[in-house]
Nanobody, 125 residues
């Protein structure tokens, strides 16, 4: 069983909304910082959002601030990314990743131990 499994990607029109899920298993969820990254066609990987292991700290890329919201559910061992007011430029494969290297806070550095296989988000009219 894979430690991280993403779901929720879809084809949506500009201005639409989606909720991505990152279901986790095989590790102690409450010890891990979770981040969402994305890779758009022809571009490198970009950090989108992350939430600390405590859930008290969140971080967003400037390109998604005010439109995306990250939150975690300890009972379900799942992290969600709510995507609102989607733009064509948000088209990408979205990945979640988990790290136990953060004492507090989170960032988009190279410390993530587990990675999911991704879910496709396509924004097009």
């Amino acid at each position: 069983q894979l430690p991280l499994v993403e779901s929720g990607g879809d084809l949506v029109q500009p201005g639409g909304s989606l909720t991505l899920s990152c279901a986790t298993s095989g590790f102690t969820f409450d010890d891990y910082t979770i981040a969402w990254f994305r890779r758009a066609p022809g571009k490198g990987r970009e950090g989108v959002s992350c939430v600390s292991w405590s859930g008290h700290f969140t971080k967003y890329a400037d390109s998604v601030k005010g439109r995306f919201t990250i939150f975690r559910d300890s009972a379900k061992k799942t992290v969600y990314l709510q995507l609102n007011d989607l733009e064509v430029e948000d088209t990408a494969v979205y990945f979640c990743a988990a790290s136990d290297s953060f004492i507090s806070g989170c960032s988009f550095g190279p410390s993530y131990k587990y990675w999911g296989q991704g879910t496709q988000v396509t924004v097009s009219s």
